[in-house]
């Protein structure tokens, strides 16, 4: 499956933005999927997952309650709404597929998309 990566730009403090990952080449409902992200000098980070059958998200500590992964079976896209912004969100953003059920190692992803830069401001 390919996934194309795609909704960052620049924001100020508290803004909000919406990430898109379209999915292409596979069945999009076979697999769980999950965003990472990965800011300048540092590795790459998890961010959220949701699972195959839409029942099950994950986040990390740093955004929950701040963001939303969701996902469209049907369009073949995965969401990231992010809400009430940091500076320490910067990063690019990477959607990402997996076999199986969704977890938060990096390495267990197989699909990755090209990343998308999102940059806050202060």
């Known amino acids: 499956v390919q996934l194309q990566a795609s909704g960052g730009g620049a924001v100020q403090t508290g803004g909000s933005l919406r990430l898109s990952c379209v999915a292409s080449?596979?069945?999009?409902?076979?697999?769980?999927m999950a965003w990472f992200r990965q800011a300048t000098g540092k590795g790459r980070e998890f961010v959220g997952s949701?699972?195959?059958?839409?029942?099950?998200?994950s986040y990390a500590d740093s955004v929950k309650g701040r963001f939303t992964i969701s996902r469209d079976n049907d369009k073949k896209t995965l969401y990231l709404q992010m809400n009430s912004l940091k500076p320490e969100d910067t990063a690019v953003y990477y959607c990402?597929?997996?076999?199986?059920?969704?977890?938060?190692?990096?390495?267990?992803?197989?699909?990755w998309g090209q990343g998308t830069l999102v940059t806050v401001s202060s």
């Open positions: 990402a597929a997996r076999n199986g059920g969704g977890n938060m190692r990096m390495s267990t992803y197989e699909y």
């Open positions: 949701i699972n195959r059958m839409v029942d099950y998200t």
């Open positions: 080449g596979g069945t999009f409902s076979r697999y769980s």
